[in-house]
């Protein structure tokens, strides 16, 4: 391909209102324009990347054994109404009409269309299991578009949808599809981390994301680098125990506590915060003990921490399996509660009470006095307290032990780009897909639903691959395997050399672009380095006056010569070494 004949305009400037390095470099190195907010123009460059990352994916579908369909885009309403969804979905689904007034979307995901196919066409436990997928465009108007192809509006998509007998299939369709991910995300060359992630509120679903580690990344996961383990922060809120490990509930008895200070009140004007009280009585604000109250699906609660600590509030729902809010002022009142001054020692019958295990382990408590301007130090549980059940619902914070090691854990950002679900038989059962069982009976299909996003990898990879300069593509994933650049245009010598190089490179079964355009050297150097092709092979003047010509390794920036009938090996070894 000779870059004159290629739509491949780059910029020297950073496009208004990127700011994501992906967004940024994927304009200026001309693999996208914008169009509306979260829609794109993928042009040639683009094109060829996303086709490389679909075709790793549809090899690792294939030989996982699903079979490629293509759902349409425009959906009925009813079907997603019969699963709830156009209600669930709300405004983040794109809705319309036809002429007749039939109402429509565009699809945001298949679950409905896929799983009427299934109903309709796998009949029989012998269709079974069986696992369809697809690559196409999804719609979803997301409340923020942002960081370009990473929150789309418009957006490429593989998604699968696996349909087994029973939840033992189930699992194992998912294992399978687990097994292919962690293949696709290693020959893109993307570095992921399999998160266990929020089974949300209802149905308790089993799922796992896969988040490639960047800045930019909206998701935050704990990671412990001693043992690997990684999870989302509010499992790892709430699993942080361990099963088994949480202490029983503690009676409030009264009864001295050895080792205890005795409960004493103090006067503590205006210091409704911890800051406030921590600085007052000059105790660290680990010391203090902070006690929330919420409201949990209509019932009240009150959770106890260290006053250092935070409710993750999304642990704690997911803890209970209710929604959560917190107290109003009136709920405070109605219960004869003081607001900033609640102590567990008030905390009267009739609301739960749920504690940390640090809360639980500790003696000497600074708590809330249960009246204006009064708080107790020395307070004990078991004396003082009671404590209705231990739960670890603290957010996770840098350096807390690892629930798998014991090593300290590390919060750090990530994209998702992967996430596969099992999604048992809610769907088949909202919309009546069952298949003959061999014993003759009736069954809903057992789903799980698997999904990549295409267009959000490549600006992962993006965001993982690039420095100063521009991008840094990974071997599998570049536009091109190699970027020959002739530097001296006038010189015949040059041209031809150029053109032999693109031929042998070719002839070898590389991608190859040749730099045609008579610029100066500097410019061609400069888009080269920018749109990130790994390998860059430099033919001028002087270097073939001795019968060489330059290699450049664009990951590394390591350079070597040489002579020029070993360029093409040479540009071959070059390519199979690089990242
Ligand atoms: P997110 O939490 O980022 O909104 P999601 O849970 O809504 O993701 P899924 O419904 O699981 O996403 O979609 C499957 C995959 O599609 C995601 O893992 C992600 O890679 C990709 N994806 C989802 N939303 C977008 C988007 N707006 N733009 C680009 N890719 C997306
Ligand atoms: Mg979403």
Redesign the pocket.
């Known amino acids: 391909m000779r870059r004159t004949r290629l739509l491949l305009p780059t910029l020297r400037e950073t496009p208004a209102d990127a700011e994501a390095p992906s967004h940024v470099l994927l304009v200026r190195a001309g693999f996208v324009r914008p169009v509306a907010a979260?829609v794109f123009t993928a042009l040639p460059l683009g094109v060829r990347t996303l086709r490389r990352i679909e075709t790793i994916v549809r090899e690792e579908m294939d030989a996982a054994g699903a079979q490629e369909l293509r759902m349409p885009i425009v959906v009925p309403a009813d079907p997603w109404k019969r699963t709830g969804r156009w209600e669930a979905y709300g405004e983040e689904m794109f809705k319309l009409r036809d002429r007749a007034g039939r109402e429509l979307g565009l699809a945001?995901?298949h679950e409905e269309v896929v799983t009427l196919l299934a109903g309709a066409e796998l009949r029989s436990y012998r269709d079974l299991p069986a696992n369809l997928y697809q690559i196409g465009w999804?719609y979803?108007d997301?409340v923020r578009?942002r960081f370009g192809?990473?929150?789309?509006?418009e957006?490429l998509?593989k998604?699968a949808y696996s349909f087994d007998r029973d939840e033992e299939g189930l699992r194992r369709s998912y294992e399978a599809m687990r097994a292919a991910y962690r293949r696709i995300f290693r020959r893109c060359g993307v570095e992921v981390r399999e998160v266990e992630a929020d089974a949300g509120l209802i149905g308790g679903q089993v799922n796992h994301?896969?988040l490639a580690p960047a800045g930019v990344g909206?998701?935050l996961f704990v990671r412990c680098d001693a043992c690997g383990h990684a999870a989302d922060l509010e499992a790892a809120a709430v699993g942080g125990l361990g099963a088994g490990a949480a202490p029983g509930p503690v009676a409030a008895t009264g009864q001295p506590v050895p080792g205890a200070a005795p409960l004493v009140e103090v006067q503590t004007p205006g210091c409704a915060t911890i800051e406030a009280l921590s600085a007052f009585l000059g105790v660290p604000a680990e010391r203090t003990l902070k006690c929330m109250l919420y409201d949990a699906g209509g019932a009240p609660v009150a959770v106890l921490l260290p006053g250092d600590r935070e409710v993750d509030e999304r642990a704690l729902a997911r803890a209970l399996g209710r929604e959560v809010r917190p107290f109003t002022a009136q709920e405070f009142e109605a219960h004869g509660l003081v607001k900033g001054y609640v102590g567990p020692q008030g905390v009267p019958e009739g609301i739960d009470v749920l504690a940390d295990p640090a809360v639980a382990a500790g003696l000497d408590w600074v708590a809330g006095g249960n009246q204006p301007d009064v708080h107790a130090t020395g307070v004990a549980p078991g004396r003082d307290f009671r404590i209705d059940r231990v739960l670890r619902v603290a957010r996770v914070r840098d350096g807390d032990p690892c629930p798998a090691c014991g090593g300290p854990l590390a919060i750090a950002r990530g994209?998702?780009?992967?996430?596969v679900?099992q999604l048992g038989a809610r769907y088949a059962e909202a919309l009546g897909a069952t298949f003959l069982d061999e014993d003759g009976a009736e069954r809903h299909h057992v789903m799980g639903c698997y999904?990549?996003?295409i267009?959000?990898?490549m600006a992962a990879a993006a965001e993982q691959h690039h420095d100063e300069a521009g991008l840094r593509w990974p071997r599998a994933l570049a536009p091109f395997d190699v970027l020959v650049l002739p530097t001296n245009m006038d010189d015949p010598d040059v041209l031809r050399t150029a053109g032999e190089l693109e031929a042998g490179l070719a002839a070898a079964g590389l991608d190859v672009l040749l730099d045609d355009r008579l610029v100066a050297a500097g410019v061609k150097f400069a888009d080269a380095d920018l749109i990130g092709v790994p390998v860059q092979v430099v033919a001028g003047r002087r270097g073939l006056s001795a019968g060489a010509v330059d290699l450049k390794v664009r990951a590394t920036g390591e350079r070597a010569q040489a002579p020029v009938g070993e360029t093409v090996a040479a540009a071959v070894r070059a390519l199979a070494a690089a990242p």
């Open positions: 979260g945001p995901t999804k979803r997301e578009p192809l990473l929150r789309g509006r957006f998509m998604d994301e896969f909206e998701d994209i998702v780009v992967g996430h679900y999904g990549v996003g267009s959000r990898v």
